[in-house]
């Protein structure tokens, strides 16, 4: 059976996701949590095993993180590189 095309090996996951988070800078704790949940999220939505975001693109799930920490921390203004992660104008909800 052939893998969909969203589905990567492993190792090219990795690769890219550490391509993508280079332009997510490390700093405070928020921050740093953004760069955590980044990765985790990420590799998953590339991933052959069920999960919620699976598919989503990169600015989906950078979005979706940085959702989770303003609900705990409204005040939270994450640092990333807006040439790569185009996501456009979005309102918190």
């Known amino acids: 059976m052939k893998r969909p095309d969203y589905i990567l090996k492993l190792r090219d996951m990795r690769k890219q996701v550490q391509k993508e988070i280079e332009y997510i800078p490390r700093g405070d704790d928020n921050q740093n949590t953004l ?13 052959k095993k069920p999960f919620e975001y699976k598919g989503k693109t990169k600015e989906e799930i950078l979005k979706i993180c940085i959702m989770m ?3 705990e921390e409204p005040d939270f203004e994450p640092k990333y590189d807006k040439t790569v ?3 456009g104008l979005w309102k918190r909800t």
Not at 35 to 47: A, H, K, T, V
């Open 35 to 47: 760069r955590q949940l980044y990765w985790i999220f990420r590799m998953r939505s590339l991933g």
């Open 69 to 71: 920490i303003q609900e």
């Open 85 to 87: 992660f185009r996501m």
